[in-house]
């Protein structure tokens, strides 16, 4: 069983930084996609980030420049540094990943296609 966990949320004024990790845990072979999204209070939720596995990367117009996602695939962990944050990147920070290979009975599976795995989501406020 794959399963992915969010830290690093919290409370920070405008301008300033954080740091989202995400771990997954689970008899992981590899994980094709690792991707940040957001949703904020009435609005629906929205990719932020990808980061494929040999390491190229793509964001949302809103971010660039502001935002760096990377991966340490030996620990199968997904960081977001967020600098210069905004009162609109309020919001429930979610990781995602797709296209996972993972051990079961001793042979390597792939997770079906377009199955893809949630965390549960850290919350970032940027304040004015």
């Known amino acids: 069983q794959v399963q992915l966990v969010e830290s690093g949320g919290g409370l920070v004024q405008a301008g300033g930084s954080l740091r989202l990790s995400c771990a997954a845990s689970?008899?992981?072979?590899?994980?094709?996609?690792m991707n940040w999204y957001r949703q904020a209070p009435g609005k629906q939720r929205e990719l932020v980030a990808v980061?494929?596995?040999?390491?190229?990367?793509n964001y949302a117009d809103s971010v660039k420049g502001r935002f760096t996602i990377s991966r340490d695939n030996a620990n199968n962990t997904v960081y977001l540094q967020m600098n210069s944050l905004r009162p609109e990147d309020t919001a429930v920070y979610y990781c995602?990943?797709?296209?996972?290979?993972?051990?079961?009975?001793?042979?390597?599976?792939?997770?079906?296609?377009?199955?893809?795995?949630w965390g549960q989501g850290t919350q970032v406020t940027v304040s004015s």
């Open positions: 980061i494929i596995s040999g390491g190229s990367t």
């Open positions: 995602n990943a797709d296209g996972i290979r993972y051990y079961s009975g001793g042979v390597i599976v792939s997770s079906p296609p377009g199955y893809d795995y």
């Open positions: 689970g008899s992981i072979f590899s994980i094709n996609a």
